[in-house]
């Protein structure tokens, strides 16, 4: 069943949000974010008091690109898996806008480790930064040591089988290994995967109207088709295999996750979808969510949920 979302009325302006100390500004890289806490009390009730939020812009190449995780977070609630909330926001003092995102985590009650740290655990010989050996095979190899030792919950296939669905709907090509993890919460001996975040390269960002407006078919699943996945299957894999591809694969291996996700796939709702859509085009900001951006939004996820459908049935 689809999961409630916590679903913004207005635009939040962020210009009095208070700086984290610990974390502060993040300006490498294409997409800067800020660490921030609201303030307490906060104006919005899906706003948590003393909670942090990472405010994250888009690719200077796309100023657009922030929308892609609002949206994300809205198709994971659709979907039924456990996506952090992301809202639309602005700094009017600096002029800009971009997503904010609850953080996963709260300070003192749990406890964080990324993929990259286990892979590196592994494999002594894990490049963290290329990542070219990020594969399900070690994945496996952690998952069902720590299960066996009862570190992790069960069953854990389950939330990878979450997580690989989510991104062949959203078309996530950036799930590399520190954009997945494990939490502990404090007093507690075992380990969960983390929420799905970081979800921005994803639901066809780079591509701009003129691009795409008179697409095809074809042109549809020609694009859908050369999308992969950060994650190789097997070590020494060349790539990553296509989103569907690694759906299909994960079902020869473990069979009992093929109806678990043909059941979401058959729930998500995609007129639920483009009702959200369709208020978040109405919201006041300098870099609004256009109609065609909407429809494009809506009508990649329709076919990549058809294609997945077709895959699994």
Known sequence: MPRDSKTQD???????????????????????????FPPDPTLFPYIIPKRRYLYKRSDRRYPDQFWGEVVAYQVGCLLDVTVPPAFAAKNSQLGDCGALIEW????????????????QKLMPEF????????????????????????????PWIDSWADMFLFDALIGNTDRHQDNWGF????????????????????????????????WSTSKFESYVSKGTHHIRMRKGDPKGCSHVELLQDLCIRYPVIKERMLNKVRQFNIDALSRVLEFYCDLQINIPLTAFRKDFYLRLIDFRRNKILAALQ
């Not at 490498?28 to 974010?33: P, V």
């Not at 996963?104 to 892979?119: H, I, L, V």
């Not at 963290?128 to 994945?139: A, P, S, T």
């Open 104 to 119: 996963f985590y709260e300070d003192g009650k749990a406890t964080f480790t990324p993929g990259g740290s286990y892979m």
């Open 127 to 154: 490049d963290r930064k290329k990542g070219e050996l990020h594969n399900f095979q070690y994945v496996e190899i952690l998952c069902n040591v720590y299960s066996r030792a009862h570190i992790i919950e069960e």
């Open 10 to 36: 207005v635009i939040i302006d962020v210009a009095d949000w208070t700086y984290d100390a610990m974390f502060g500004s993040y300006p490498e890289g294409a997409r800067s974010k800020d660490a921030l």
């Open 183 to 214: 939490i502990r919460a404090k007093g507690h001996s075992r380990w969960t995967i983390a929420p799905l975040f970081d979800n921005g390269t994803s639901l066809g960002h780079e591509r701009f109207e003129q691009q795409v407006q008179a």
